[in-house]
């Protein structure tokens, strides 16, 4: 085995000797062959967000090449409601890198995801795979840059109330065994999902967790790697659908909403960023955030609004951007700041060898950490369609780096302070305010339309359909109706439990 596939968990990549960026047809015929696998899984992202799936039995070596050589059809008006059902066939592509050993499944099985395309042999232009595609190639082409991103997925666990060990209410940050009880099912799903091929940094507990009527709600994370956008999107896609699967199983309930009840902290789905030129970051200069990075982040912010309507679909989601529960509502960014929209996030830029502190055995060894420097996008939550979310911040990380006055945009905005003290209401006030619902948000896309449909990125029968959806909650008003009306809210939060 090479230096690459030594200690990677997915095993086609440990059969194969190779990484799966480079699997092909011949190889994966291999796998199956060599390892008795009896099933074939097609797997798609329709408009739901949510992996669908078109199972296959393998009855020949021919019939396993038709598959992985053509392909299959589908109703693409089932998939996506603005395809009319007269000319709705769509061709389902299998994308071979994607190839993994289904991790759950009792037969043998190998899924692949897919890439839609049309009858003319075409990518299909309103696939939401599609659009971020080509939101990546504008940016590659324009800048000479690619984009990596990595996702953070909240979620709470919901099972039968344990009297043993009660964790402290809203005091679960980091909380281990036995006083957080659903450790075991986090590293279960963090283990089935780099077997998969995700690429994960770590998985923790996270603040929230409380007791009702019963039952316990825990609120955990799994936080991955940066990695191409493209693929980023891909593996969050996979890891949703693998923890869903596992917990039906468990014969628990997992949720990604991002609000599930008054007073508590909600599930987001933060995105942290990275530009890249020739496989190095240039996010940091000399020491300091460079000037790629700060327009990076000026594109963010100045399309913060519309980003919304990718990244908060739902009318819950701005229930959770309200004041003091560690979501943002001001457009503005700043340093290991919490309360900003955009954080730029401690990084390793300190002199000193730490380890070698710790580890008085190790002689020190002076090394550049600079690479793992990021930017984090924090309003987003799993209400998000991913692949049109990765797409808008995409385009939003081009169009800073290419707007005149990035570096001012970014330098007006930052704040060095916490928001929401009553002592700085002042810079507060001067700050633009992100969209406090889905009807706002619509406003916000409808005004900042041109940049998304710039180089016919996104269609525009897609973003009329998006601004169409979000007015359609009309929920202008709904969070000074509901107030803290509990029965309401949980009315609310029972609609979209299960988003996305």
């Known amino acids: 085995m090479n230096e690459f596939t030594t200690m990677n968990p997915n095993p086609l990549v440990q059969y194969l000797n190779k990484p799966a960026s480079e699997f092909t047809r011949a190889d994966l015929i291999r796998y199956i062959e060599d390892n008795d696998i009896e099933m074939i899984n097609f797997r798609y992202a329709a408009w739901d967000g949510r992996l669908k799936a078109l199972n ?60 839609f395309y049309d009858r003319f042999g075409n990518p299909y232009e309103s696939s939401p795979e599609f659009i971020l595609k080509k939101a990546h190639r504008e940016l590659k082409a324009a800048t000479g840059l690619e984009f990596e991103t990595m996702g953070e997925l909240e979620f709470y666990i919901i099972d039968q109330e344990e009297k043993l060990y009660p964790a402290v209410d809203q005091k679960g940050y980091h909380e281990s065994s036995p006083f957080n009880k659903s ?38 994370e799994i936080e991955f790697l940066p990695t191409n956008v493209e693929d980023a999107a891909d593996q969050l896609v996979v890891a949703k659908w693998i923890m869903r699967k596992l917990a039906y199983q468990y014969g628990i309930t997992i949720t990604f909403a991002p609000k599930i009840t008054i007073g508590k902290a909600g599930s987001g789905m933060h995105v942290h960023t990275r530009l890249m030129k020739n496989g190095r970051s240039v996010m940091m200069k000399d020491g300091k955030l460079s000037d790629e990075a700060r327009k990076a982040i000026a594109g963010y912010l100045s399309l913060a609004a519309s980003l919304t309507a990718f990244g908060n679909a739902i009318p819950t989601s701005y229930f959770r951007l309200v004041p003091h529960q560690e979501a943002p509502t ?156 509990e029965e309401k809210i949980m009315k609310l939060v029972s609609k979209y439990f299960h988003c996305g």
């Not at 066939?89 to 050993?101: E, Q, R």
């Not at 091929?197 to 409380?210: A, P, W």
């Not at 948000?441 to 409808?446: G, H, P, Q």
Request: one cysteine or more.
């Open 330 to 485: 001001n457009i503005c960014w700043g340093d290991r700041n919490r309360s900003v929209l955009v954080r730029v996030p401690l990084g390793w830029t300190a002199e000193a060898d730490m380890i070698a502190a710790v580890n008085p055995q190790e002689k020190p060894v002076k090394q550049d950490f600079s690479q793992i420097q990021t930017v984090e996008f924090r309003s987003p939550d799993a209400s998000a369609d991913i692949y049109l979310l990765m797409a808008g911040l995409t385009v939003a990380a081009q169009h800073g780096l290419q707007m005149e006055d990035a570096l001012a945009f970014a330098e007006k905005t930052y704040v060095d302070i916490n928001i929401f003290d009553d002592a700085h209401k002042a810079k507060q006030e001067q700050l633009e305010q992100l969209p406090k619902s889905c009807v706002e948000s619509a406003a916000a896309l409808e005004k900042h339309i041109e940049f998304y449909k710039k180089n016919n990125v996104f269609p525009d029968n897609i973003l009329q359909f998006i601004i169409k959806n979000l007015r359609a909650h009309k929920d202008e008003n709904l969070r000074q109706e509901i107030g803290n009306d």
């Open 183 to 220: 450790s075991a099912f986090r590293q279960e799903a963090m283990r089935l999902i780099v077997q998969s091929g995700g690429q994960i940094k770590y998985g923790h507990s996270e603040v929230g967790n409380f007791s009702h009527n019963g039952l316990s709600y825990e609120q955990n």
């Open 56 to 115: 296959f039995v393998i009855n020949s070596r021919e019939h396993l090449e038709g598959l992985l050589s053509a392909g299959e059809r589908v109703d693409g008006s089932s998939l996506f409601p603005f395809i009319e059902a007269g000319s709705s066939d769509l061709y389902v592509i299998p994308k071979y890198k994607t190839a993994f050993l289904n991790p759950i499944s009792e037969v043998p099985t190998l899924d692949l995801l897919c890439s």
